[in-house]
């Protein structure tokens, strides 16, 4: 089945952060569907549900209550229901240690949560219309860190 959008799901639990990403998606010139969750445990029973509409591309906050960012990185991964969905971690920290526990255990790309609304609407564009099999074909940790 083929959709002519792109479903997006944002797991984080800054109520004004998924509101700023919907916005932009709402203003960007992209056929999308956006879901939000506010933790990892209401992710993760969305994406465990069999009536379930699974995202093309999922953005997770690493630091949410209940259960934070990498654990749903860790669970999604273990599942092959999952295997094509595209992780994008979307958080303020973009320590060292973060983006390689990140990347060693699977993510696609790892995007710092930009300061201004307009270079938000860039990025989630940018990451939106990545051409996402081609993309990981070649991950190394040059390209995993998206840069703005």
Known sequence: MTADYITICLAD?????????????DELRINTRVKTFKDGVELMNYLNHADSILP???????????????????EIKKNVKFNDIAIAIYSTSSTEEHIEETFV???NIYIKKPN???????????VVTINW????????KDN???RM
């Open 116 to 126: 201004d609304f307009e270079n938000l609407k860039k990025i989630l564009s940018e």
């Open 144 to 146: 995993f860190l998206m």
């Open 13 to 25: 639990d800054d109520e004004d952060d998924r509101l700023f990403f919907t916005d932009a998606f």
């Open 133 to 140: 099999q081609y993309h990981t074909s070649g991950l190394n």
């Open 56 to 74: 093309n591309v999922l953005f997770l906050d690493l630091n949410m209550p209940k259960k934070n960012g990498v654990e749903c990185l860790l």
């Open 105 to 107: 255990n699977g993510a």
